[in-house]
């Protein structure tokens, strides 16, 4: 069993950045990949990245690509999200998830586990 909580979310302008971080607890993050997705009220859950267990493979959305950055670091057990660039349709309720599946996940099904989420708005 994993436990993730999310951080890091808050208020931002467009244009501005925020870091999420995700701490694992109950195993070694180092067996899962790992993901986050966001939701917005009314739409469905929307794959934002994932990586894998070592974090030398990452995915992202076209959405996304080249203003935001998943890394891990599985010695403090934590999954971050760099956001840049930050547009007002980002925002969302972002949530990270760890998969026992070894490649990358895209799709909610493949995660496990999920924690609560973390508000990110950005204003116009």
């Known amino acids: 069993q994993v436990q993730l909580v999310e951080s890091g979310g808050g208020l931002v302008q467009a244009g501005g950045s925020l870091r999420l971080s995700c701490a694992a607890s109950g195993r070694t993050l180092s067996r899962y990949a790992m993901g986050w997705f966001r939701q917005a009220p009314g739409k469905e859950r929307e794959f934002v990245a994932t990586?894998?267990?070592?974090?030398?493979?990452?995915t992202y959305p076209d959405s996304v690509k080249g203003r935001f950055t998943i890394s891990r670091d599985n010695a403090k057990n934590t999954l971050y999200l760099q956001m840049n660039s930050l547009k007002p349709e980002d925002t969302a309720v972002y949530f990270c998830?760890?998969?026992?599946?070894?490649?990358?996940?895209?799709?909610?099904?493949?995660?496990?586990?999920w924690g609560q989420g973390t508000q990110v708005t950005v204003s116009s």
């Open positions: 990586i894998n267990w070592s974090g030398g493979s990452s």
């Open positions: 998830a760890a998969s026992k599946f070894l490649g990358l996940a895209t799709t909610s099904d493949r995660f496990d586990y």
